[in-house]
């Protein structure tokens, strides 16, 4: 007797399922899959309120480092970075991350909804705010991507993903990294080598470009290829210095990553000049109107 493909399917999710008996939580639905574990929705039964219940697939004697970085992240409190509740140990051995669980979307469904671009720029502040917080702390994300990125239900932006994608410097990052997303990855993550700030930094840079509208303001493309330049010198140092540059586009104020041409620079001046140059328009019209009605 042969099982039918979806029968097998679904046996195996059930078989996956992590067994919650001895824990204080109640299983719920599968939110997501990654490529090194599950998140599922949750109840915490002491408190009463759901939550976000991460469970890494990786072999008993490989959860501790992963737990190691949970306490990293616990102590990362920003409000613009997941919070940890809870980690430890299921009986069958894997490593779990209880979390708060984000209501909200994620920001490549907020990019489709066609937001103006004063919200796409205010949402990728608060998401340069968040990361560089963290680079602050000496902690790199390592896989920045609209999927690990959530808009909250009163607007703010959390980075999420820490738990599983987090290394810190150091030779475990080294063999680490290439566990990130290609689309995102930095060059020197996807070869392997030692990265820093700087990797984040470039994936900053694509998704700033996704979330420009078609077609964008030259200084903000220039912005954003600056920040995903191939190598790492030649990008932003800071997360903060980006941000300094969307800063001075939106004061209209020249932008370093992008050379205006001077057409371009007399136009900014006059828009942030407008009321100046109106009012010397003005006198100069008054003065010729005088001239010619003044007696013979």
Known sequence: MTIPDPVLDHLCEVLDLPDLAATRYELGSLIGRGGMGSVYLARDRQLDRQIALKVIDVPPEEGQPLLAEARVLARLEHPGIVTVHDAGELPDGRAFLAMRLVDGVRLDVFLGSAPALSERLAIFGKLSDAVNFAHSKGVVHCDLKPENIMIGAFGEVVVLDWGIALRTAGDRARSAVIAGTSQYMSPEQ??????????????????????????????????????????????????????????????????????????????????????????????????VILFFLRPG
């Open 190 to 287: 996807a070869e392997g080598i030692q990265i820093d700030h700087r990797s984040d930094i470039f994936a900053l840079g694509v998704i700033f470009g996704q979330c420009l509208p078609h077609p964008a303001p030259r200084p903000l493309t220039a912005i954003a290829a600056k920040a995903r330049s191939r190598e790492p010198e030649n990008r932003y140092a800071q997360v903060g210095d980006m941000v300094t540059e969307i800063r001075r586009y939106q004061d209209r104020l020249p932008v370093d990553a992008y050379p205006e041409p001077v057409w371009e620079r007399t136009l900014r001046f006059a828009e942030r000049n407008r009321v100046l140059l109106l009012l010397l328009a003005t006198y100069v019209s008054v003065r």
